[in-house]
Each structure stands twice: as structure tokens, then as C-alpha cells.
Antibody, heavy 117, light 111 residues
Framework: EVQLVESGGGLVQPGGSLRLSCVPS????????MSWVRQAPGKGLEWVAS????????YYVDSVKGRFTISRDNAKNSLYLQMNSLRAEDTAVYYC??????????WGQGTLVTVSS | QSALTQPASVSGSPGQSITISCTGT?????????VSWYQQHPGKAPKLIIY???NRPSGVSNRFSGSKSGNTASLTISGLQAEDEADYYC???????????FGGGTKLTVL
């Protein structure tokens, strides 16, 4: 089955760190751009970061630049999002998504990150 | 404030057609044919329903169609069904420091 499964979410204090993981199955992970998209409670979708197939290019929304790092390990078939200096406004469900034809054609189920003291 | 502007809500009766607009600028919607649309039911992950302005992925009903004129893209749903009640988001490629921009979302209510 073609799918993406995220993990690593949870409750973290402001200023803390968290690493999210996304494990794909059913397709050749190393051929695709991959992204993270988040959705704050009751709010809309917000693109967070993207990386190219070999991980050499990385792009971020301005609000997370310098705090978040997207990375991938094609040998381990995994995508990551390292989140540092977390803020209350980073509270959201974080989705892993596959890029295809300048769209996100495959999404994970999401993992909830809550930043609160 | 979202980069792309969508109406907060639209509604229609079963069998009718509705259109959701997505307005951007020449730096995103107007400059590229890379607009996509997503359907999201409560508590679920988004689902791609239109890519590259007007293309439907395999398995998506032909009741969904997309178009673009200038800086505004549109999603039309014909023959409304109860199961179409959901939130809909547009997304575009954009030039500049943020290459991906979303609309704020539109809640579709099937009366």
C-alpha cells in the first residue's frame, strides 16, 4: 500500500526541541521531493519545508528558518523534521507529503505537536 | 493572513454546482500553471483533487474541475453530493522566498 506514516509528535515546552519522522511505503522514496505541511488547530494549511530527492536542496517558510531543519535518509527510507526553539505558534498537526507535479499527491495521517508550558 | 484569498464559506443544494475562487498575484497563481486543490474532511488528511490548474488525479470524480483566469483560479464542483461537504484549499507555486503558498480554505456546506 502506498502511504506515509508520521511519528514523533507530542507535548513540548516553549524553547524545546522535537524531531518528527515520516516513513514511506509502496513507492520509491528516493525519486520524490518531499515536504512538511502543518495545520494549527481550527486553522488552514501552511507549508513548512521541502527537500529534493537527494536532500541537497532545502526550502523553508520564513517563520521557521533557522529553527527547523528538513532532512532525509534515503537508505533508511525516512524523512525528518528537526524542530528547535519551539514556540506556542508552532502548535499544529504536522503532515508529511509527497510532491508530484507541483502538488502534494500523498499525505500522511499527521502527528500533533503541542508547544505549551 | 494567507497568501491566496478564498471565500470563507460557500453552500449549495444537492445536485447543484458551486465554484470556489482562489485569488493571488502575478507572482503565484497568475504566473504559473501550478495551482492545485485539496479536499479535507474533519479530522482527516487533505486529499489532492486537482493539479496543474485543471488536471484530475486518477480516481477523482469528474464532478470536480479546475480553471484559471489571470490571477484567480477556480474549483467547480458539479452535481453536489452530501459527501462533498468539506474544507477546500488551493495551493500555488510562488516566486520569492516562499515557493509554496496556500489559500485560507473554504468550508463547503451541502444544504
Amino acid at each position: 500500500e502506498v502511504q506515509l506514516v508520521e511519528s514523533g509528535g507530542g507535548l513540548v515546552q516553549p524553547g524545546g526541541s522535537l524531531r518528527l519522522s515520516c516513513v514511506p511505503s509502496g513507492f520509491t522514496f528516493s525519486r520524490f521531493w518531499m515536504s512538511w505541511v502543518r495545520q494549527a488547530p481550527g486553522k488552514g494549511l501552511e507549508w513548512v519545508a521541502s527537500t529534493n530527492p537527494d536532500g541537497s536542496e532545502r526550502y523553508y517558510v520564513d517563520s521557521v528558518k533557522g529553527r527547523f531543519t528538513i532532512s532525509r535518509d534515503n537508505a533508511k527510507n525516512s524523512l525528518y523534521l528537526q524542530m528547535n526553539s519551539l514556540r506556542a505558534e508552532d502548535t499544529a498537526v504536522y503532515y508529511c507529503a509527497r510532491n508530484w507535479h507541483y502538488a502534494f499527491d500523498l499525505w500522511g495521517q499527521g502527528t500533533l505537536v503541542t508547544v505549551s508550558s | 493572513q494567507s497568501a491566496l484569498t478564498q471565500p470563507a464559506s460557500v453552500s449549495g443544494s444537492p445536485g447543484q454546482s458551486i465554484t470556489i475562487s482562489c485569488t493571488g498575484t502575478t507572482s503565484d497563481v497568475g504566473g504559473y500553471n501550478y495551482v492545485s486543490w485539496y479536499q479535507q474532511h474533519p479530522g482527516k488528511a487533505p486529499k489532492l483533487i486537482i493539479y496543474e490548474v485543471s488536471n484530475r488525479p486518477s480516481g477523482v470524480s469528474n464532478r470536480f474541475s479546475g480553471s484559471k483566469s489571470g490571477n484567480t483560479a477556480s474549483l467547480t464542483i458539479s452535481g453536489l453530493q452530501a459527501e462533498d461537504e468539506a474544507d477546500y484549499y488551493c495551493r500555488s507555486f510562488a516566486s520569492g522566498s516562499t515557493p509554496v503558498v496556500f489559500g485560507g480554505g473554504t468550508k463547503l456546506t451541502v444544504l
